[in-house]
């Protein structure tokens, strides 16, 4: 079974602080990991993608992969009040028949942030 | 560019009615996908086509079908609507040679 999981929160921070989202995964194969946000109501938008393992940085985020332990996670250093949202971790698992998967993403149940002023 | 557009916002059904959800994307990407979200699961993927002419099952299939009708439109039925179907749909593309999946508005179903 593929399955994506996330630190199940809800995770609540001071404004400033940073924010840490953890997420773990089945399958060493994986090869793409994605961090989704979604403000309630709407539809998820992508804000980091890594496929090397380290550190990939972007603004006051930076997401961390690490193969070997099947973890990725994502940092928000500086977190604003407009960062409360549901993250989700995302990942394309590779296909059972060893051709494309296509992009299919397989989604954790998403991590709910509330960054209190 | 719309980008990702998809009707209607909110719909509710009676058990055993149909409908369709309409999905259309301006990107000229060539793969599109549906999926489900239902509190607490985070998104599951119903169908998805990797390019216009094909489609194939995801992770949650039963009581639905898609039609991929031209490279634009990818348009998800239920034949016999269902409780359990009660969720919000989004519909998403992604450039064949590309990562990232824009994720259209999503629309509200309840089935009562």
């Known amino acids: 079974q593929k399955e994506v999981e996330q630190n199940s929160g809800p995770l609540s921070v001071p404004e400033g602080a940073i924010a840490s989202l953890n997420c773990t995964y089945s399958?060493?194969?994986?090869?793409?990991f994605f961090w989704y946000r979604q403000y309630s109501g709407k539809s998820p938008e992508l804000i980091m993608f890594?496929?090397?393992?380290g550190d990939k940085e972007d603004g006051r985020f930076t997401a961390q992969l690490n193969k070997a332990s099947q973890y990725v996670s994502l940092l928000i250093r500086d977190s604003q009040p407009s960062d409360s949202a549901t993250y989700l971790c995302?990942?394309?698992?590779?296909?059972?028949?060893?051709?494309?998967?296509?992009?299919?993403?397989?989604f954790g149940q998403g991590t709910i942030l509330t960054v209190h002023p | 560019n719309a980008g990702v557009t998809q009707t209607p916002k909110f719909q509710v059904l009676k058990t055993g009615q149909s409908m369709t959800l309409q999905c259309a994307q301006d990107m000229n990407h060539n793969s599109m996908y549906w999926y489900r979200q239902d509190p607490g699961m985070g998104l599951r993927l119903i169908y998805y086509?990797?390019?216009?002419?094909?489609?194939d099952k995801g992770e949650v299939p039963n009581g639905y079908n898609v039609s991929r009708l031209n490279k634009r439109e990818f348009s998800l039925r239920l034949e016999s609507a269902a409780p359990s179907q009660t969720s919000v749909y989004f519909c998403?593309?992604?450039?064949?040679?590309?990562?990232?999946?824009?994720f259209g508005p999503g629309t509200r179903l309840t089935v009562l």
């Open positions: 086509s990797a390019s216009e002419g094909t489609t």
């Open positions: 399958d060493r194969g994986s090869q793409s």
């Open positions: 890594i496929y090397s393992n």
């Open positions: 998403a593309s992604r450039q064949t040679s590309g990562d990232e999946q824009f």
């Open positions: 995302a990942v394309v698992f590779p296909s059972n028949a060893g051709g494309t998967s296509y992009g299919k993403l397989t």
